[in-house]
């Protein structure tokens, strides 16, 4: 927060609490029982870089929702994207100060439901809300099991889990990082009712399926597009840089119709500013060539190497660039990254 990030206008900090008023004054306008985070509150993974004032700046904004906010930590929120080190971290500092943030990693929190119109409440079903931060895969899915087994003892209620995973909605491949699918994690979870994702800079379609649950009812899985990204999230996916993503949210109703329960999930668009005035067109460009650069780079790595474990096994990624002919800026950039 305390810097403008490259190819920002000098307007950024203004423009992300503009946004996020935007999204305040919807949620005041709403009758919330809660709002969800899935992770990555914060950028950049070097916590030194965040100072008090930051915080709370931070906190005094989840304060102004008049909610409870579930939330867990996001690989961004994680020094090395380890959740070993959430201690030393402005995010923990930041739930710690926040009296409505509540984490739920590894645990269950019971929602209380807000009705509108007033309703009989004893009518509805229990929810809860539980979560695990960002794991690797290998450490994600026994957590995974490990959690459905506890949501296997909450019958008959409803299960909204919140995760921060490297998924997407199929089993595609990715450069960077190994992923699972979305029907990877539903059949982990064959008692969770919603997932409510982080992590993937993108938005994908809502998933309704029964084929995993362990009731037959319908399970969701839900990945908005979230919406104070930096720069390459604005073009990723598109040689256009004009292309922008609308920033949005999930909303989840749950409630009665003729008797019976039902759920309904739906993207909702945040209004944010616009594409001219958020950023530096030319800069833009520059950030774009440096991207491609990286990305042949890392494919460069790959086909060396052979696969993305190998790649990243690397113990001394500096001397690792002394020993190739890497261009000054995507070394930079590199080893940028490497510092946080």
């Not at 307007?11 to 029982?33: M, R, V, Y």
């Not at 969800?36 to 005094?60: C, E, M, T, V």
């Not at 929190?109 to 929810?127: G, I, N």
């Not at 113990?315 to 940028?336: A, F």
Request: net charge negative; charged share 20%.
């Amino acid at each position: 927060m305390s810097r403008v990030p490259q190819s920002r206008t000098a307007t950024f900090h203004d423009d992300c609490e503009t946004e996020w008023k935007a999204f305040q004054d919807i949620c005041h306008g709403e009758h919330l029982s809660g709002i969800i985070h899935a992770g990555d509150w914060f950028h950049l993974k070097n916590q030194s870089l965040y100072n008090p004032a930051d915080i709370l700046h931070y906190r005094d904004w989840v304060l102004g929702l008049n909610c409870p906010v579930w939330t867990v930590p996001g690989n961004h929120d994680l020094p090395q994207s380890s959740y070993d080190n959430v201690n030393k971290t402005a995010y923990q500092t930041l739930v710690h100060a926040t009296p409505n943030m509540h984490d739920v990693s590894f645990q269950s929190e019971e929602v209380p439901l807000a009705c509108s119109p007033p309703c009989d409440s004893d009518r509805l079903p229990f929810v809860s809300v539980s979560g695990i931060p960002y794991l690797p895969l290998d450490k994600l899915f026994p957590q995974l099991e490990e959690l459905d087994r506890r949501l296997a003892e909450r019958v008959g209620g409803i299960n909204i889990v919140i995760l921060h995973p490297d998924a997407l909605p199929r089993n595609d491949f990715f450069m960077f990082f190994k992923t699972c699918s979305w029907e990877d994690l539903l059949r982990k979870l064959p008692h969770a009712t919603i997932l409510v994702l982080g992590h993937i800079h993108n938005s994908f379609p809502i998933l309704q399926t029964s084929e995993f649950s362990a009731t037959g009812t319908p399970q969701f899985v839900c990945k908005a597009w979230s919406a104070g990204r930096v720069v390459r999230d604005y073009h990723q996916g598109t040689d256009v840089l004009e292309h922008q993503h609308q920033p949005s949210y999930t909303q989840i109703q749950i409630g009665l119709v003729d008797g019976q329960l039902q759920i309904f999930c739906e993207y909702k668009v945040i209004p944010f500013v616009p594409f001219a005035q958020a950023f530096l067109m030319e800069t833009l460009k520059r950030e774009v060539e440096k991207s491609a650069r990286v990305s042949t780079f890392i494919s460069s790595l790959q086909a060396q190497h052979g696969s993305v474990d190998q790649m990243f096994s690397i113990e001394n990624p500096g001397e690792y660039l002394n020993r190739m002919s890497v261009p000054k800026e995507v070394r930079e950039l590199i080893e940028h990254y490497i510092s946080q």
